[in-house]
C-alpha cells in the first residue's frame, strides 16, 4: 500500500489531470449551444441541400445517382468529425422507363400525364386498351365486380390523410385485378394538384396476377369520374415499360460519435438517402438527410462529447423497399439501441416530435406506453423552451420502425406538412419549395434532441409486454 501511495504521489500533477472524467456538460447551458448553433448555420445547411439536390438531383435505389449521394454524405460527414462506414445492403432495381395514357372519348383522344408506380410491371412492350370504369372506395369496387373484367379501374378518392388514402395506391392494382381488370390507375394521393401526378410505391399479392398501375392527377381522375357521372364512356389506352433488373449492392451510410461514459447504448438519428426518380427529392428526404447530418456535426463540434454514443445513418431503399430500414435493424440486433429518430415529413414550420414506443401488445397498452414516455420528458421539458414543441404519441418513421418494433425508443420530426403533400412524390419536389428559416429550426429541433437522446441521465426506455429492450 506504502508503494503504491508512493507512486501516485510521484506522478506528474499534468499526467493526473490528463486522466480526470471530463466533467459533464452542464444541460440547460448546452442545449443553448445546439439550438444556436444549429439557428447560425444556415449557410451550411443550405450548402449541403444544393449539392444533394442540384449537384445530385433524384435518387432512386440501384442507380448511379444514389452512389453519388452514398459518396458525398460519407465525405461531409468525415469533414465533420465523424467515424464513417458504409454498411452494403442489397436493393432491388426497379426501372420507370418511358410511359403514356391516351384517354378517348366522343371520338376525341386526350394524352394526360401518368406516373407508373413503384415497383409496377409494365404492359410488356405492347399497349393495353380497355375501357375505364371510375370507383370511389373499395367496397364500390366490390359492387361493381361483376362489371370489372376486361376494364381498367381508376379509384377516384379524394385524399384525407395520407394514412386514410394511400391504401388505394398500395392496393389498388391487386384488388382490382382480383376481379378480373387489366390495369388499374389511382387518383394521386394528395390534396391538391396542377397537373401534377404522384408516384410511390405499390404491393402485389401472392395470389391475383400483377396488373400495370400508375398515378393519373386530381384533374384527370375528376374528368374521368365526371364522363361516368353523365354516362359517358372512355377508353383509355395504356403503355408502361416498367420492368425490374437485377438486383445491386447499395450503402446505408453511418458517422458515429462514440459516447464517453454509456458507448454502449446508442442513439440514431436519421432520414432516407433514396429518393423517387422525379423532381429532386428536395423535401423526400434531402431535408432529413442534411438535418441529421447537421445534429451529427454540431454534437461533434462541442467541448464534451454526449454521454452516449450517437449514429447519424443515411438509409438507403426507403421508397420501394425498406431494405436499408430492415438490414440495420438485423445487422445491429445485438446492440443497445436506446433511442432511434427520424426526418421525413419534409421541411416545413417545426412544430415538435412525435414519440412513438411499440410494447408488442394491445394497441391500448402501446399507447398507454407512449403517454407514460412523454410524461417522462416533462423533466426536460426546460431545454426545450426555445422551439416550443409539441410532445405527441404518433408512429416515428419507416426506416426507424424496424428498430422500434424490436423496442427502441422512437421519435419522429413533426412539422407542418401543408406546403408537403402536394408534392410529395411528384416532378415539384424541388429545392425552391423549402423556406430556409422554417428549415432551419427543423434542423435546430433534430439537433436538440439527438442532444437530449444522448446526454440525459434518466433517458426513459420502452417497457415492453412482448421480448424487446427492457
Not at 124 to 150: C, M
Request: proline share 5%; with cysteine; charged share 25%.
Amino acid at each position: 500500500m506504502r508503494i503504491l501511495l508512493l507512486a501516485a504521489l510521484l506522478v506528474p500533477a499534468p499526467a493526473l489531470a490528463g486522466k480526470r472524467k471530463a466533467p459533464a456538460p452542464d444541460l440547460a447551458d448546452t442545449a443553448a449551444v445546439v439550438i444556436g448553433r444549429a439557428l447560425q448555420a444556415k449557410d451550411t445547411t443550405w450548402t449541403r441541400m444544393q449539392e444533394l439536390c442540384d449537384d445530385i438531383g433524384h435518387r432512386l435505389s440501384g442507380t448511379p445517382e444514389l452512389e453519388r449521394a452514398v459518396d458525398w454524405a460519407a465525405r461531409r460527414m468525415e469533414e465533420d468529425g465523424l467515424s464513417v462506414t458504409r454498411e452494403p445492403i442489397e436493393v432491388q432495381r426497379w426501372v420507370r422507363g418511358s410511359e403514356s395514357l391516351v384517354i378517348e372519348t366522343s371520338g376525341r383522344a386526350r394524352e394526360v400525364p401518368i406516373l407508373g408506380l413503384g415497383n409496377s410491371v409494365g404492359t410488356g412492350g405492347e399497349v393495353i386498351e380497355g375501357e375505364v370504369l371510375v370507383v370511389g372506395s373499395f367496397e364500390e369496387l366490390v359492387a361493381k365486380k361483376e362489371a370489372v373484367k376486361g376494364k381498367i379501374v381508376l379509384y377516384d378518392v379524394p385524399f384525407t390523410t395520407y394514412g386514410g388514402t394511400v391504401g388505394y395506391r398500395y392496393r389498388g392494382a391487386s384488388e382490382a385485378a382480383r376481379h378480373g381488370a387489366i390495369a388499374s390507375l389511382v387518383r394521386s394521393v394528395g390534396p391538391t394538384s396542377l397537373s401534377t401526378p404522384h408516384t410511390g410505391s405499390l404491393g402485389y399479392v401472392d395470389d391475383v396476377p400483377q396488373i400495370p398501375a400508375a398515378a393519373v392527377d386530381i384533374e384527370t381522375a375528376a374528368w374521368l369520374h365526371r364522363l361516368q357521372d353523365r354516362g359517358q364512356k372512355a377508353t383509355a389506352r395504356l403503355s408502361m415499360e416498367a420492368h425490374f433488373e437485377d438486383p445491386v449492392t447499395s450503402h446505408n451510410v453511418v458517422g458515429e460519435l462514440k459516447g464517453r461514459e454509456l458507448p454502449d447504448q446508442v442513439v440514431v438519428v436519421g432520414c432516407h438517402l433514396d429518393s423517387w426518380d422525379v423532381g429532386q427529392g428536395a423535401q423526400d428526404d434531402a431535408a432529413g438527410c442534411v438535418a441529421a447530418m447537421e445534429a451529427g456535426r454540431i454534437l461533434a463540434s462541442l467541448d464534451v462529447r454526449p454521454r452516449r454514443t450517437v449514429r447519424v445513418v443515411l438509409f438507403t431503399n426507403e421508397e420501394n423497399g425498406l431494405a436499408g430500414g430492415r438490414g440495420y435493424q438485423e445487422a445491429h440486433a445485438d446492440e443497445d439501441i436506446v433511442a432511434a429518430m427520424e426526418m421525413d415529413t419534409g421541411a416545413g414550420p417545426f412544430e415538435g416530435y412525435r414519440i412513438d414506443a411499440r410494447t408488442g401488445g394491445t394497441d391500448d397498452e402501446t399507447l398507454a406506453e407512449r403517454e407514460r414516455i412523454i410524461a417522462a420528458f416533462g423533466a426536460v421539458e426546460h431545454l426545450f423552451t426555445a422551439l416550443d414543441p409539441e410532445f405527441v404519441p404518433s408512429f416515428s418513421g419507416a426506416d426507424v420502425g424496424p428498430l422500434v418494433d424490436h423496442g427502441t425508443l422512437g421519435i419522429g420530426l413533426a412539422m407542418d406538412t401543408t406546403g408537403y403533400w402536394p408534392i410529395h412524390h411528384t416532378e415539384a419536389d424541388t429545392l425552391d419549395k423549402i423556406d430556409r428559416a422554417h428549415f432551419q429550426r427543423d434542423v435546430a429541433g433534430m439537433a436538440l434532441m439527438t442532444w437530449v437522446l444522448a446526454e440525459w441521465p434518466d433517458l426513459p426506455r420502452v417497457q415492453r409486454t412482448l421480448g424487446g429492450h427492457p
